[in-house]
């Protein structure tokens, strides 16, 4: 088991809501990346956060958006959710120049109704 | 931009019989390619991943692949299939390594036959 914990584990909102997630990295990584996993795909890259920064981004629209914070733990919030960001969104923690691979947590599913 | 395909969406063996599992990527850059394991209602876990060097990497669990850089294949094997390796498996390219920005394939659902 990783030590990457995710929380909520799983939740229910609305079309138009808004909605935040949260991820607390392993112990020594200094770097936060978060994906969307739908129903029978593989994960998508949203972005990557490094020293409190977005640190590349990946096809996702602006109301997708995060924070790292000074403990490089992190969130991924979502405004005006749509339907179809109904998925697993996975958090994954590294350290960066550190040459070793990323840990991903349990994971969030998030369902849109 | 880099690109991941993983042939064929669902595959079966038989307990006891080889798994082979296929992976096929572009990269304009030299990749570093890993090979990821997901159980039901469960994150990510990683199986074996290829850097530099020796181009057979032995993972987790038996598992094992080969970088084929002239076939730009990273397929991943097991010699004999256990009921336990019953998961979907997604293999994934980074153009980095320690700062992954990993892209990943639509995965391979492997089930295993009694």
């Known amino acids: 088991e990783t030590g990457v914990t995710q929380s909520p584990t799983h939740l229910i909102k609305t079309r138009g809501q808004q909605v935040t997630l949260r991820c607390s990295s392993q112990?020594?990584?200094?770097?936060v990346s978060w994906y969307q996993q739908a129903l029978g795909q593989g994960p998508q890259f949203i972005f990557q956060y490094y020293r409190e920064e977005e640190n590349g981004r990946g096809n996702f629209p602006p109301r997708f958006s995060g924070l790292q914070f000074p403990n490089y733990s992190s969130e991924l919030n979502v405004n005006a959710l749509e339907l179809d960001d109904s998925a697993l969104y996975l958090c994954?923690?590294?350290?960066?120049?550190?040459?070793?691979?990323?840990?991903f947590g349990q994971g969030t599913r998030l369902t849109v109704v | 931009a880099q690109s991941v395909t993983q042939l064929g969406s669902h595959v079966s063996v038989s307990e006891g019989a080889l798994v082979l599992l296929r992976c096929n990527y572009s990269?304009?850059?030299?990749?570093?390619l890993f090979w990821y394991v997901q159980y039901p209602n469960q994150g990510l876990q990683l199986l074996l991943k290829y850097t530099t060097g020796a181009t057979l990497v032995k993972g987790i669990n038996g598992f094992e692949a080969e970088f084929k850089k002239s076939e730009t294949s990273f397929h991943l094997t097991k010699p004999s299939a256990h009921m336990s390796d019953a998961a979907e498996y997604f293999c994934?390219?980074?153009?980095?390594?320690?700062?992954?920005?990993?892209?990943f394939g639509t995965g391979t659902r492997l089930t295993i036959i009694p």
């Open positions: 994934a390219v980074s153009e980095n390594f320690g700062n992954e920005k990993l892209t």
């Open positions: 990269s304009s850059v030299p990749p570093y």
């Open positions: 112990s020594g990584h200094n770097t």
């Open positions: 994954a923690s590294s350290l960066r120049g550190g040459y070793t691979e990323a840990f």
